[in-house]
């Protein structure tokens, strides 16, 4: 099956919310009425309310106006709209031109005063997720550079305020993908001589303390903690808790939606499994915000593909029909589809309509297919699938 994109989620609120403590420099962050904002407004992304969200940040930002708090925040909905869909670039624009405006609204500041705490925030966090979006465009030295120069403020900020509960998301995800993202992927271990060394457990215990300690951070940790233990250590029933914990809190999630539905499909809980990816196909048909793209792709595999196994064949058919009549935008796409034709054959088959299976199968060897597919597809072409 396709292993889900490693696409890593690195929370832009994290340096956003990781509040000083009272004795450092007079920050943005120290002001009661703009930390309570920003909690609504992130509550409101969260739940994918994308308008609320950006009126509200709209609002702090004419508060503060020449901060980088306006196009930071202004910058969280372009980033989710990626996520929601990172096949789709054309947010790619509004968020690169956010995050370097952020950055020269934090050089001048700095040029004013070297010890500007907001203006290191706020850099960093820009850095960081600059080099988050090069990295999944794979442009890797770009985004080594600017993680470089993130981790260089990162460290500032920390240094400043140690004890913070909600810092131990940035440390703990650290930690935790610089040892395990280069073993992971050979193509970054080239990249890991520019940062310091991780720590695995260490990581794992940060972002558990983040969820449980945190006063900003839970959320965004809660979900690293998902991604983590569903993509690295596949570890389902952990994935599936913190899954849990966040549709509870954010039921219009579309990506807390998915990943609980495909942890329940790791887990075989069947009954729970398809009511999930059934309500995430019904959110899609309605148009709600954040059920599209990639989203919906896995929804209609992952359905059609364990209708098969469960020997419901006429309903996989007809998500795999809907799968396949998706656009085709790059890769991941041909992916899911190549791997649905082949789920497709297997479903006709099944049911004794072998010449439309073989049409499917061959129909997956075409696509430039993952070795799994094209293995299974050749077999099943010289021997039909029973069920």
Same mark, same amino acid.
């Given at each position: 099956?396709p292993?889900?994109?490693?696409? %890593?989620? +690195?929370?832009?609120?994290?340096l ?7 004795a450092?420099?007079r920050?943005i ?16 992304l ?13 609002? +702090?930002?004419?508060r503060?106006?020449g ?13 989710w709209?990626?996520? !929601? ?5 054309s947010?790619? #624009?509004?968020?690169? #031109?956010a995050m ?10 700095l040029?004013s005063?070297?010890?500007?705490i ?12 600059r080099?988050r ?5 794979? &442009? ?10 993130? @981790?260089?403020y990162?460290?500032?900020?920390r ?20 040892? !395990?993202?280069?073993?992971?992927y050979?193509i ?5 001589r520019? %940062? ?9 215990q940060?972002?558990? &303390?983040?969820? *449980?300690?945190?006063t ?6 809660? %979900?690293?903690?998902?991604q983590?233990?569903? +993509? ?12 849990r ?9 579309s990506?807390?939606? !998915? ?15 398809? &009511? #999930? ?14 059920y599209?793209?990639?989203?919906t792709?896995q929804a ?16 996989a058919?007809s998500?795999l029909s809907?799968? *396949? ?7 991941? #796409?041909?992916d ?9 054959? @297997? ?7 072998? *010449?439309?299976a073989?049409?499917?199968?061959n129909?997956?060897?075409a696509?430039?297919?993952?070795d ?11 021997e039909?699938?029973?069920?």
């Amino acid at each position: 099956m396709p292993r889900h994109p490693a696409r %890593f989620w +690195i929370p832009l609120s994290l340096l956003l919310l990781a509040t000083p403590a009272a004795a450092k420099p007079r920050s943005i962050l120290d002001d009661e009425a703009f930390r309570a904002d920003a909690r609504r407004g992130l509550d409101r992304l969260y739940d994918m309310d994308f308008a609320a969200a950006n009126a509200i940040f709209a609002g +702090i930002g004419q508060r503060y106006p020449g901060h980088p708090v306006g196009p930071f925040l202004l910058a969280l909905a372009p980033w989710w709209e990626i996520q !929601v869909d990172p096949e789709d670039d054309s947010h790619d #624009d509004a968020f690169f #031109d956010a995050m370097d405006e952020v950055i020269d609204r934090c050089d001048r500041r700095l040029r004013s005063d070297k010890n500007d705490i907001d203006a290191m925030f706020f850099k960093a966090g820009a850095l960081a997720f600059r080099g988050r979006l090069h990295t999944d465009r794979k &442009q890797w030295l770009r985004a080594a550079r600017d993680g470089q120069k993130a @981790m260089h403020y990162f460290d500032e900020v920390r240094r400043r305020d140690p004890d913070n509960p909600d810092l131990l998301l940035g440390l703990g995800l650290f930690d935790y993908l610089a040892a !395990v993202a280069p073993e992971q992927y050979s193509i970054l271990k080239p990249f890991a001589r520019f %940062f310091p060394k991780g720590d695995r457990v260490r990581g794992l215990q940060e972002l558990s &303390q983040a969820v *449980e300690k945190g006063t900003f951070v839970p959320t965004e940790a809660a %979900f690293c903690l998902v991604q983590i233990h569903y +993509i690295f250590e596949r570890d389902y029933a952990t994935a599936l808790h913190y899954a849990r914990w966040l549709r509870d809190r954010y039921p219009n999630n579309s990506l807390f939606h !998915v990943y609980e539905g495909r942890a329940y499909a790791r887990l075989n809980l069947w009954p729970d499994e398809r &009511q #999930d990816l059934l309500d995430i196909l019904e959110r899609q048909a309605e148009g709600q915000t954040g059920y599209r793209g990639d989203v919906t792709q896995q929804a209609l595999y992952v359905l059609g593909r364990d209708e098969v196994k469960r020997k419901v064949y006429d309903d996989a058919i007809s998500h795999l029909s809907r799968l *396949e009549i998706l656009p085709n935008r790059g890769k991941a #796409d041909n992916d899911y589809k190549a791997y649905g034709r082949l789920y497709r054959g @297997m479903a006709l088959d099944a049911l004794g309509r072998r *010449e439309e299976a073989l049409y499917w199968y061959n129909r997956a060897l075409a696509a430039r297919a993952p070795d799994e597919v094209r293995d299974k597809a050749r077999g099943y072409l010289r021997e039909a699938y029973r069920g």
